[in-house]
């Protein structure tokens, strides 16, 4: 799987996430809050959809997320497409109208991490509940003004990855992102790795 075809299948999620789910959602439910969900991620009030894979599910519709639109999309589950408006300044930057067309084994792929960011995030902090966040498309939480989480992958890393953000800069080989710490989970591995990744840089940030 090449690094294009992740990178184009990211940005489409991205673009369902933000237009298709959190944007309905909060404006019938006042929340942007998305979850991880097996296979893919979900809103977590109404309307309830679901993105499983290449796939948008709703009661009574299965949608391939290939040759479509966000607002064909959306017009056939029956939502108004378009981003939570006034929360945030940055995002998918996608239109309604934009082309989304994701590969369905990259969609899987990039499915896999959000879900094994989950894990290790329950993991490592069993009291606080993982949230995906339309306007980045990463799942995390914060402890103790520290960000952990994994990222669907953006402009400073294309594939998905897993970070360590301490709100105050941290110094030493371990931080060796702008904003704190963060390794591809491709390189990492799966939810066990993650879990020893976040423990390590909760280690490190508290000392």
Not at 11 to 39: C, D, F, K, N, W
Not at 59 to 74: D, E, F, I, K, N
């Amino acid at each position: 799987m090449d690094i294009d075809t992740v990178v184009r299948t990211r940005r489409a999620l991205h673009a369902v996430a933000e237009t298709v789910l959190a944007g309905p959602q909060y404006r019938a439910s006042g929340t942007i809050r998305l979850r991880a969900y097996p296979g893919g991620f979900a809103t977590s009030a109404e309307p309830f959809l679901q993105v499983i894979g290449g796939e948008l599910m709703a009661p009574g519709h299965r949608l391939a997320l290939q040759r479509t639109t966000c607002a064909a999309l959306a017009a056939a589950v029956g939502v108004e497409p378009g981003p939570p408006e006034g929360l945030y300044h940055d995002g998918s930057g996608a239109d309604p109208d934009d082309p989304v067309d994701a590969d369905p084994q990259a969609a899987q792929w990039i499915a896999h991490c959000l879900g094994a960011g989950d894990t290790a995030l329950r993991r490592l902090a069993p009291d606080a509940e993982p949230v995906l966040w339309p306007e980045h498309f990463d799942i995390g939480i914060t402890l103790d003004e520290v960000n952990y989480g994994v990222s669907a992958g953006d402009g400073y890393q294309p594939e998905p990855y897993a970070y360590v953000g301490p709100h105050t800069p941290r110094s030493g080989p371990f931080w060796n992102a702008p904003f704190g710490a963060a390794r591809t989970v491709r390189e990492l591995g799966g939810a066990d790795a993650l879990t020893r990744y976040l423990e390590e840089g909760r280690r490190l940030a508290a000392a």
